[in-house]
C-alpha cells in the first residue's frame, strides 16, 4: 500500500507536476491536522508555524490533494469549503449546523449497505457519494428554545 506521499507524488507525475517542498509541507499540515478545516485556516496554521507558503499556494494545492484522493471537500459551511482527510480512513456523512458551523460525523452500515443496494438495482458504478443533513445542533436548539425562537 502507498503512503500518502507516494500517492501524492506518483498523482503529481501522471499530471506532469512536480512534488515541490511546498506541497510537501502543506500535504504534511493537512495530514497533521484532526478536524475538517478550510483553506484560510489551513493557511494561517502554517503561517503561526513560520512557513514561508503563499495563500495563493494553499489554495492550488488543495484541488490536488482532493484529485489525488487523499482529501475530500465536505458540505459548504458558513459560506467556505471544508476538506478533511480520506486516506486511510473510513467513509462516514455530517451533520452540519447552520448557527454555529459544527460538524459532526457519522457512521451507519445500513446508509452504506442502501447506497450500494440502489447502485446495484439500477447498474451503477459509484465513484463519490456524500452524505451532509443540515441543521441545527444540540447546543444551539437549546439556545434558540431559552431565547423563545424556533427552529425553521
Keep these: 500500500m502507498l503512503t500518502k506521499e507516494e500517492k501524492f507524488n506518483s498523482y503529481l507525475k501522471s499530471k506532469g507536476l512536480k512534488f515541490t517542498p511546498e506541497r510537501k509541507i502543506i500535504l504534511e499540515e493537512v495530514f497533521s491536522l484532526r478536524k475538517h478545516f478550510n483553506a484560510d485556516q489551513l493557511f494561517e496554521k502554517l503561517h503561526k508555524k513560520n512557513k514561508q507558503i503563499s495563500r495563493a499556494t494553499v489554495y492550488r494545492t488543495l484541488p490536488l490533494l482532493v484529485e489525488s484522493g487523499l482529501i475530500i471537500e465536505t458540505l459548504r459551511c458558513q459560506g467556505k469549503v471544508s476538506y478533511e482527510q ?27 449497505r442502501l447506497q450500494e443496494e440502489v447502485c446495484k438495482k ?17 447546543g444551539c436548539l437549546a439556545r434558540m428554545n431559552k431565547k423563545g425562537s424556533r427552529a425553521r
Design 86 to 112: 480520506i486516506f486511510g480512513h473510513k467513509h462516514h456523512g455530517h451533520l452540519v449546523c447552520i448557527k454555529c458551523g459544527r460538524i459532526i460525523e457519522f457512521r451507519d452500515e445500513r446508509i452504506e
Design 122 to 138: 439500477h447498474n451503477f458504478k459509484p465513484v463519490e457519494h456524500r452524505l451532509g443533513i443540515r441543521g441545527y445542533c444540540s
